[in-house]
């Protein structure tokens, strides 16, 4: 596909099934990209004897997928995609050292055989492993490194860069820009959404999700953002995930908002290590994380659900375990019974560090320890 064109772009997301289609047109060709959301997906290209017969074929297969139910979720800039070497890729992710940044060497025979392919990326893990001018080379290629993130979401996101691809990425708004995203952004769930489908993410290892809309009104909703990583796919770079990054009393009051459920997440980010979630109505679901090393829940009411889910769930790496119980008024359900029975949790080998704060029941807390077996 030609790079920096803008391109319709259509999901499809009902049951089980999570799709997109995209289509360029080309004088007499036109090509369409197609696949599960938040994969490459793969692509066809048709061509025709005529700009007219071209038109109205393009005509035709747009009101054929909005008949079947796709929905135009925007015009997007399609930059170019890094090259695809799935072994170098793959070693680059199962370095054991990957969470910290990952074996220099591993990345400059990546970047070796991206040169190779002519791509602007090989350079740019280069210059960031070596002290070039890693600056002059991202300017050169700002559209293609950083597509709508260089112009209308640019101030909703902050990026660091590691080897050439994005590393970390905070989405989020704050309380004086809550209301002024407009119809272009539509959202922090369009932001997440947007991150996670770029190129430059192919090896994002963090994602913190700030504020969101609707803070102004007395809450925030987190929901929609959870479900956007969820309906982007199988993500293994992800390590480290924070849910409602805010600070609390200044940008909102912790008691106004809603997390939601996050069983979502368990499948798609299978290497996941730290997970980090402020806010109300928290749900975990059914804990499936095998790598989780650290897992932390601020609010102002936990219920019951996410600390059964904990003492039940088999978290053989967890080390750090912190969780806000809160108060009956905002939501707290938690007894001593739910606590005994996380403290006696026989699945929670390598924990090390417990913290049990924020709780209307710390008087009844040491009454457990006798009778814990962990």
């Given at each position: 596909m030609t790079p920096g064109v803008r391109m319709p772009r259509y999901e499809f997301v009902e049951g089980s099934s999570s799709k997109f289609w995209e289509i360029e047109r080309d004088g007499n060709t036109f090509t369409v990209r197609y696949g599960k959301i938040g994969t490459d997906g793969q692509t066809s290209t048709k061509s025709f004897d005529s700009p007219e017969k071209t038109q109205k074929e393009y005509d035709k297969m747009i009101a054929s997928k909005t008949k079947k139910g796709y929905q135009l979720v925007e015009s997007v800039e399609r930059a170019p995609e890094a090259g695809s070497n799935p072994a170098l890729e793959q070693a680059i992710l199962d370095d054991p050292a990957f969470s910290e940044g990952g074996s220099k060497d591993r990345w400059l025979v990546y970047a070796d055989w991206l040169q190779s392919q002519d791509d602007p990326r090989g350079a740019l893990i280069s210059a960031q492993a070596g002290g070039g001018d890693a600056d002059g080379i991202l300017e050169a290629n700002k559209k293609a490194f950083l597509g709508r993130f260089a112009g209308d979401m640019e101030p909703f996101v902050e990026i660091g860069w590691h080897m050439g691809f994005w590393r970390s990425v905070?989405?989020?708004?704050?309380?004086?820009?809550?209301?002024?995203?407009?119809?272009?952004?539509?959202?922090?769930?369009?932001?997440?959404?947007?991150?996670?489908?770029?190129?430059?993410?192919?090896?994002?290892?963090?994602?913190?999700?700030?504020?969101?809309?609707?803070?102004?009104?007395?809450?925030?909703?987190?929901?929609?953002?959870?479900?956007?990583?969820?309906?982007?796919?199988?993500?293994?770079?992800?390590?480290?995930?924070?849910?409602?990054?805010?600070?609390?009393?200044?940008?909102?009051?912790?008691?106004?908002?809603?997390?939601?459920?996050?069983?979502?997440?368990?499948?798609?980010?299978?290497?996941?290590?730290?997970?980090?979630?402020?806010?109300?109505?928290?749900?975990?679901?059914?804990?499936?994380?095998?790598?989780?090393?650290?897992?932390?829940?601020?609010?102002?009411?936990?219920?019951?659900?996410?600390?059964?889910?904990?003492?039940?769930?088999?978290?053989?790496?967890?080390?750090?375990?912190?969780?806000?119980?809160?108060?009956?008024?905002?939501?707290?359900?938690?007894?001593?019974?739910?606590?005994?029975?996380?403290?006696?949790?026989?699945?929670?080998?390598?924990?090390?560090?417990?913290?049990?704060?924020?709780?209307?029941?710390?008087?009844?807390?040491?009454?457990?320890?006798?009778?814990?077996?962990?």
């Open positions: 905070k989405a989020g708004c704050d309380y004086d820009t809550a209301d002024d995203m407009g119809d272009a952004v539509k959202g922090i769930a369009s932001v997440v959404g947007h991150v996670l489908r770029h190129p430059s993410a192919k090896f994002l290892s963090e994602l913190r999700i700030g504020l969101v809309e609707g803070v102004t009104d007395g809450e925030a909703d987190w929901s929609d953002t959870v479900d956007a990583v969820v309906k982007n796919g199988i993500r293994p770079s992800l390590r480290k995930l924070v849910v409602g990054e805010f600070e609390m009393g200044d940008d909102t009051e912790v008691s106004w908002t809603s997390i939601g459920s996050l069983g979502g997440i368990w499948p798609v980010l299978p290497r996941l290590e730290h997970l980090e979630v402020q806010g109300g109505s928290i749900g975990l679901g059914k804990i499936d994380a095998p790598h989780l090393k650290h897992l932390e829940l601020r609010t102002g009411g936990l219920p019951k659900e996410p600390v059964q889910a904990v003492a039940k769930a088999k978290l053989p790496e967890l080390e750090h375990l912190e969780l806000w119980f809160g108060a009956d008024e905002y939501g707290a359900e938690c007894t001593a019974a739910e606590i005994q029975a996380l403290l006696k949790s026989k699945n929670l080998p390598k924990l090390r560090w417990l913290g049990l704060k924020n709780s209307e029941i710390a008087n009844e807390i040491p009454r457990s320890w006798p009778r814990a077996r962990c």
